[in-house]
């Protein structure tokens, strides 16, 4: 399918309210587009792309405090793309993140996270926190057109894979910047790509149409491949799908589509009373079983820890939330 005919496609099923929705806790029938979108042309990704390879570790077992910074950032001039990031960060654990505190010792894991429509990165605050609290340094764009305005342009989304990569980019790039806090605390060659509804959407054309071969792994929340379809590219980069059974903005068949042409090992977190977005925006029994999963997924597919990934299927079936299909 050609691009155009995706980009309608995409804005068709969004209108009806059957595919990528709001991200916050009370969905609604997704609103009208206001532009045509222009999706930037790209290669077909090469089969000679390849996903980092992670050598055997251990990750941290403490927990960290959390810090918070806001880069600025902006794609060709045209497309402004502020980015907040969470990293583990010195000091007790457990609080609330802090401006201004520096980076625990160590280097840590990079983890891309995109949000969904008509959302901002604030909103999964209490899911990407702990994921910094674990070890990792979340870094969360802000869409130029599809987050918290009365009249997201849903065909944008087809333009937030390239935003992310570009993103990932500057981020990596504090790395070795003078006087950056980040300066030193980088893993740069341990990175995966994160993202909820339009986010997930995104998140697939990461490993699709868009590939990035920096990317070990991939997490996709109530995603489907809309768009970007499931022509997944490039070296084997283990995937966990996480979706609601009774999602009424992106079916579950839909979401379950995509995490069954998945090449690569792989395994799909099912909550059979889970809707769209609470149990990533909630903190109740949900949000913990989802953390906890993704958690010891990041573990092993970022820092090698082939214990994290038999902790897996324990940090899904807790407290009967959830089911899991594991192909890991």
């Not at 916050?24 to 390879?53: H, I, L, M, V």
């Not at 590219?233 to 999602?247: I, R, S, T």
């Amino acid at each position: 399918m050609c691009r155009r005919a995706a980009s309608l496609l995409l804005a068709a099923a969004l209108v009806a309210g059957a595919s990528v929705g709001c991200s916050n806790g009370n969905e609604s029938a997704a609103p009208q587009a206001t532009a045509t979108a222009t999706p930037e042309a790209t290669p077909a990704p090469s089969a000679s792309a390849s996903a980092p390879t992670i050598p055997a570790g251990k990750a941290p077992e403490q927990s960290f405090a959390v810090g918070v910074r806001q880069l600025k950032l902006n794609r060709d001039g045209d497309r402004p793309l502020p980015v907040r990031v969470w990293y583990p960060a010195v000091g007790r654990s457990g609080g609330k993140p802090a401006t201004g505190v520096d980076a625990a010792d160590g280097r840590f894991p990079v983890v891309m996270f995109s949000h969904g429509l008509g959302g901002r990165p604030a909103d999964y605050e209490t899911l990407l926190t702990r994921w910094a609290a674990a070890g990792f340094v979340v870094a969360a764009p802000t869409f130029p057109h599809t987050s918290g305005t009365d009249q997201p342009n849903v065909l944008d989304v087809l333009n937030q894979p390239a935003d992310v990569s570009y993103v990932l980019t500057e981020v990596l790039a504090l790395d070795g910047r003078d006087g950056d806090p980040l300066r030193g605390h980088l893993a740069t060659d341990r990175v995966a790509a994160t993202g909820h509804s339009a986010g997930g959407v995104t998140t697939i054309g990461l490993f699709t149409t868009r590939r990035d071969e920096r990317l070990a792994a991939g997490i996709v929340f109530a995603g489907t491949a809309l768009g970007v379809g499931t022509a997944f590219a490039g070296a084997a980069a283990p995937q966990l799908f996480v979706h609601g059974e009774a999602d009424e903005v992106v079916q579950y068949a839909a979401g379950k589509a995509v995490y069954d042409a998945v090449p690569w090992p792989k395994a799909m977190l099912s909550l059979p009373d889970g809707d769209h977005g609470r149990a990533l925006l909630g903190n109740g029994t949900s949000l913990r079983v989802v953390a906890d999963t993704t958690i010891e997924f990041l573990r092993w597919t970022l820092y090698g820890d082939s214990t994290a990934k038999d902790r897996i299927a324990t940090a899904a079936a807790r407290d009967d939330v959830a089911t899991l299909d594991n192909n890991l």
